[in-house]
């Protein structure tokens, strides 16, 4: 099995201070299933690229494994252990590289924190479920995600795919983020763990997931297979991460009732799955400053946070309180000064020009269309599109035509008492389109949640692109 992470940061060599291992030694470190050779096929300052390859030896790891009653099978030793990248990889990369995991480096301190263009490459990795959760389980995250399948057998066309993928993960980040990414979610790809699972697991899983793992649209996914299909530690897990993340508390009915829409949104994980989405566009559209433009509470306020690459964030809203409670989420108080200074809450409305709103490369405007009067959606596209005028633009809003699988709303109802409109998704394609007309902008639309046949997703997303910085109305 052979893993590549190859990097273009400035120096490119800088990728062997932070993984405390020198581009001009080889090394290799043994192990009671085989051997890991660690190496540089490239170290120049333009591009650097380390390279962990896994050597497993099956038999003895099956000598070394007390016999059962039936003795050893032959299946035990035939397998695809020494060939893909399995959970072996997760105790190789906390030997190989522990101190970068732990974002320990003594020589460069600055780095550890530094986000640099990193690209994975995992030559071979089973992923069990098929392609689409490999991009379940890394898009979210924000990473670009690159597989190419293979056949069972050149031979036997009729036999079809095998589950193994060359996968290219490519993503601007920090290199212990990326490596406690993978090392949570490689055994969940390949749903098998070589070792005995207990409640220790439990713990590791919440420690190389903290800051990701409560916000993933996928986390029940991910702590079942992680966990070897034991429910009552995916239960333990999952409660534990409602007890020590602030988001998961906030949530919570507090001080209020949810909403008939919340009560649905959250069942589903819509909200999630809907701020995963704007953040995965944001950064690849290599958006540097963004403005949430009706940002309420202010969760993905928290989510554009935590992204290093987003240079300057803005809130707007409405409605002080709800800046009030953002403000106590983010704990604007006590963030460290670099920190603070990314980011800034703004009262206004989105009817009202507003020369604050300028300049920023990104506006996300989501579930807040809605909540407008008819007659003000012509304030708020001059106000977005030609006053602000960013360059890319994300609106979200309710399907209406999903609402007939929520047995709960009568027929013809909206979802939540302070809507003014739903669109079907042929009105919101019309509406999009006509702005494009006016202002000079592209759209492509996203859906947002499962799509069911002929009424679509819960939630429908519009992508806009300014042309030029021209408006021809």
């Not at 380390?50 to 494994?65: E, N």
């Not at 403005?291 to 002080?320: P, T, Y």
Request: hydrophobic fraction near 35%; charged fraction near 25%; glycine fraction near 6%.
């Amino acid at each position: 099995m052979l893993l590549t992470i190859t990097t273009t940061h400035q120096p490119a060599t800088d990728l062997g201070y932070l993984l405390h291992k020198h581009p001009a030694r080889c090394q290799t470190l043994s192990f009671g299933f085989g051997k890991i050779y660690i190496f540089y096929p490239v170290a120049s300052k333009e591009k650097c690229t380390v390279a962990l390859l896994m050597d497993i030896d099956p038999i003895g790891l099956i000598r070394r494994r007390r016999q059962g009653k039936m003795g050893i099978q032959p299946d035990q030793y035939v397998n695809d252990r020494p060939y893909v990248c399995s959970s072996f990889i997760s105790v190789a990369l906390t030997q190989a590289f522990r101190s970068a995991m732990k974002g320990h480096c003594e020589k460069r301190p600055e780095l550890v924190d530094t986000s640099m263009p990193l690209q994975c490459k995992i030559s071979v990795l089973p992923c069990r479920g098929g392609e689409r959760i490999l991009h379940d389980l890394f898009e979210p995250l924000g990473y670009t995600v690159t597989a190419a399948g293979y056949g069972l057998d050149s031979s036997f066309p009729d036999w079809g795919n095998s589950p193994y993928y060359t996968v290219e993960l490519s993503k601007t980040t920090t290199v212990s983020q990326l490596l406690n990414h993978l090392y949570v979610l490689i055994p969940v790809l390949d749903n098998r763990k070589h070792y005995y699972i207990d409640e220790n697991e439990i713990d590791k899983l919440l420690k190389r997931g903290e800051g990701w793992l409560s916000t993933h649209p996928a986390k029940e996914i991910i702590a079942l297979r992680y966990l070897r299909h034991k429910k009552s530690y995916m239960r333990q897990l999952l409660e534990r991460l409602i007890e020590t993340d602030p988001e998961d508390e906030d949530n919570t009915t507090n001080s209020r009732e949810m909403s008939s829409e919340e009560i649905v949104e959250t069942q589903l994980n819509l909200n999630q799955i809907r701020q995963a989405a704007i953040l995965s566009i944001l950064k690849s559209g290599n958006a540097e400053t963004v403005i949430d433009m009706g940002c309420g509470e202010g969760n993905l306020l928290r989510l554009l946070l935590r992204e290093k690459s987003i240079k300057k964030i803005a809130g707007v809203d409405v409605a002080s309180r709800a800046l009030e409670i953002a403000a106590e989420k983010l704990r604007l108080e006590d963030l460290p000064p670099r920190q603070r200074e990314r980011i800034q809450l703004l009262h206004g409305s989105l009817v009202y020009r507003d020369k604050r709103f300028k300049g920023f490369d990104a506006a996300v405007v989501s579930e807040v269309i809605e909540h407008l009067d008819p007659p003000r959606l012509t304030a708020f596209e001059r106000v977005v599109f030609q006053c602000a005028h960013p360059k890319t633009v994300i609106i979200t809003t309710p399907n209406r035509e999903y609402n007939v699988m929520w047995q709960h709303l009568p027929p013809g109802s909206l979802r939540h008492g302070d809507h003014r409109f739903e669109w079907t998704r042929e009105e919101f394609k019309q509406w999009a389109q006509n702005i494009c007309r006016r202002f000079n902008y592209e759209v492509r639309f996203l859906p947002v949640g499962n799509e069911e046949p002929n009424i679509g997703a819960p939630s429908q997303m519009g992508i806009f692109t300014g042309k030029n910085d021209e408006t021809i109305e």
